[in-house]
């Protein structure tokens, strides 16, 4: 399952980490995954304040979002980074890694997520496209908008042909590790949050046991 | 989870069974489970024609039942067989085997059910009483009622102290063989049945998604 | 996971089955789903020898396809019935039934199937959407090709808005229950026939040895 | 499964937290489930130094108490709260919440227990009911007894009709989530308790051995 | 875990196979499995009147074996297959398959079995060798015994250097699939056959309730 | 699955636990399991200054293997701890506790290891002896050579008849609990390390992608 958020940068917000993103420091994408051939692209050298600055803005509004919130179930989410395309850069077909290191312990990587900073018209190429056997999704969002995707996928950017797209990413550790599981549980949230009010009161207690013993059983 | 359904038999099929359990042949419970100490009562002797007899027309009452079908997703229903209990007689705690040996296959016993066939106020003691660590519920219900529960239990009926106990009893293997899976699925379909006409059509389909997708996952 | 498959039936089956549905009977498909109001196509009445017929032809198409059996892990195949949707007509957003009633046993639905019998430029509209949270898989179809995907989605066939659309559906009962693990063991089988010859021989028997480990551990 | 125990509490630590609750301030306990039409009952507010005095003393008693831990599992017990039900209050049907928001991580609640504070015999109504299916169990402890059930039920106290109901309740986190697991290790553990040392000590080795098995098996 | 269990065949059953093993037509065991390489034995030819009659003593055997029952637990057992190893043969590391095509539906191999035929003096080599990581089991048995085994294990017959070597070989479904859980449930049958008539009623009664509910719940 | 992995330990590793084996304080083994009748050693009294450093370097020598990390995926090590047997000593079958406890939180023991420190020339008996059924491996490793196995094993130390032997003992709690998917995901791990740069990009990624899936789902 995969859901499109908008606006869950503001418009200040994209602007102070376009701003960033001008003046600090990229290094090239394959240095976190140093035998990755499929990576070439530029990631911020994540060692200088304002790289700091701009996860935080990111991983602020992130966090906040209750759609996203909703969606995914959100344990722990690791710092956005940065990371710029030229043109001719791409990733190829890839898996996310299952744990990414962090100063604590490790973060199980359970959704990924793109966020745009780049206007869709000022490059051409670049998207994100999902691999589902022989079908695909391919995904180009609005600034501020933010795409979350089971990490057991293979995703791949495609070559930025002109202009530069600009991106933040992510990982999230979910409370409810599979992925099939984590769906119907938001469902029968949001039939509780749509209908909840309409329903015989019995009814409506019904089903918020069934939601609370499935989020207990299901969560880890 | 426990549910007693009343009027699961017909007046005319309680009469027609007591009938039969008038002439018929009772041999000691413990001929079937000869190590079991615990088992003191009499059973139909399942070799003569209307003891078969006996069996189809429970057996028939209780597949018909739309609220027991509803809670137990029954996928074999073993023939119910005619037991007896006389003052003195019980049947002390126990678990139910795991497997009934059935000309085809072993059938699974999911769900345990009684039907009973006397007047509660033709006997004392006989209750059916069920353990659940330091707490128990005990229950003696109408001719024709029907109780279904967790044949993962311990259990007992209770001395009979005057009076004559006369009931059927059967197993049930389940399409949902966990009983707490098999409860929540119960729970929302009876939310769909009772509230689904009320809800916007777009999140009524995502009740029946939820439901389909549970039934599948833990249907065996 | 999706997987389209090509030349499924070849010319002269589709041809066989194009006759057939020009003089076989067709009623409402809301027939076999009484309450379902999403539903408004046309289903053949299975109950004539041409349908048998058809069905057969499609049926048994489907269960030489190597592709589909590599990809499915099929244990029962129900058999396919051809619909139709005239201009208006359409299968609004639903979700597939866990269980198709069959003569022996119910069979569990899986993965569900369209096999498309019309040329698509020969009708507009009717394209099969598989929705996937915000985004969403449109699907149309060359004549004989099928496609395959996992029975635990929200889908629907938009309505046709010019032309006629002449399909065949099924469902499949799969070996392997859990979409994610049918998956996962499918791409392992196709790395061992794509790399195996090339690997060493310990190596190649280690690969061989988890693939059958995951089979076993995951097959019902 | 449901377990009754007596003494959790000391005549002491009754008379402590009475005091307490006599000049503590309480709160409407719909403060903490604003949204919970059902809850009409009134809480302790917990800002208060008595309050958190009161907890600890409860808190204690509970993690020291064999049984309970055996029965348990503990791994995280969340505060014990005081509740007091005045004439007319109540708390309707309800599940309780999955999670117990705690100041380090949230609290998993798959136990959830009432401590008695108040003689029975000094008020009318108030039971704790709990609900499975058709029938139901219905509890009234003695002061400083403890009941400690799934969390995963049905359950409502009703209301009390004369006089007031003083208890404690609690949230406890498991080791062993799932509760039927957890109740079959306690069992293993009572027998191997109980007739340990009667059997060969190969039989008792091999019984450790399904034990620890089962142990690691089930723990999170 | 491994089970060597002498005596399965009776000296009269061994002899009755030997002479079969000395007419009946053997053709490359590679025959079966054409693509498996490390395969170099010589299997009776199952088409023959006698091929079936020496099948049909040895399953006769294995079925009516209660010590291969109880560590077992069979649902299903595949016809015995004689196989013959002449000097230089042997069978090369390998997994057994997940599934073995029967007539009536494929058998999932849980366990696998070989049963000695030929006295360990009359040949030298030819060890059945299973490997656990960088440690082995090597198993050479008297005629009649037979050694049952994980399928899901690596495992070969070294080359036979001296005399010849014959063994019957066949694969079985249990009823509870995963090894880990069959092995538990094992021993605790074995502690309720030895030490159940030792213990109070009350604990005895507990254990066989353990005992069914695991049964249930691992059975497939 | 077994591993024994050779110099974990370097010559001066060893030669230094030696020296501190030699003066510090042993204590009766059974200090730490006071019911455990099967147990009769000596252990090293954790409270001195030496007893830690000699974990201290043990410890660090485990956790930097390459060979038992991808084998184990250890998330923490029980500092481990110097264990002697002098003639006559033993350590009877017996599984190994489930939790040991630990200052934060409880280790869940999923692999037992065993170091071993004194060359075999120098003792008799004193094997290591690990219970499968009816079959076993016995193991007597070189001085700096270290074995992993399940902790859900019977195990024993057979009776030191000569000499003495000197071992440290350790306890592992993996990412991945389960032993056999720990093997499964082991054995793709060293396919991929052996074979990936020999095979098609596309299919190593596929690979990477399934070993990712299954490091997902079966991490906790």
């Given amino acids: 399952m995969f859901l499109l958020v908008k606006n869950v940068l503001t418009s200040a917000e994209i602007e102070q980490i376009r701003q960033i993103g001008k003046s600090v420091r990229f290094v090239e994408g394959r240095a976190s995954n140093p035998h ?7 990631q911020m050298d994540i060692t200088q304040p ?10 602020a509004a992130i966090a906040r979002n209750e759609e996203i919130r909703n969606f995914v179930f959100p344990k722990r989410i690791a710092s956005p ?8 850069m791409k990733f190829g077909t890839h898996a996310d890694a299952p744990f990414i290191p962090l100063p604590n312990a490790a973060l199980r990587s359970h959704v990924s997520g793109t966020v745009w900073m780049t206007d869709p018209s ?10 589902l ?13 933010m795409v979350v995707y089971p990490s057991t996928t293979l995703h791949e950017v495609v070559p930025v042909t002109k202009g530069q797209r600009l991106v933040m990413i992510t990982f999230i550790e979910s409370v409810v590790s599979d992925q099939i599981e984590r769906e119907l549980l938001w469902q029968l949230n949001e039939i509780h949050a749509l209908e909840g009010l309409k329903m015989d ?7 918020q046991y069934v939601i609370a013993s499935l989020h207990r059983k299901w969560a880890s």
């Avoid at 000022?122 to 691999?131: F, K, P, Q, R, T």
């Fill in 36 to 42: 990755n051939l499929a990576k070439d692209n530029l």
């Fill in 50 to 59: 304002d790289a700091v600055r701009a996860s935080n803005i990111a991983g």
């Fill in 81 to 88: 980074l940065l990371a710029r395309y030229e043109p001719g």
């Fill in 122 to 131: 000022a490059y051409e190429g670049g998207e994100l496209v999902i691999h």
């Fill in 133 to 145: 056997g022989s079908e695909s999704i391919s995904i180009k969002g609005e600034p501020g908008s």
């Fill in 201 to 207: 009161w019995g009814n409506r207690t019904r089903l």
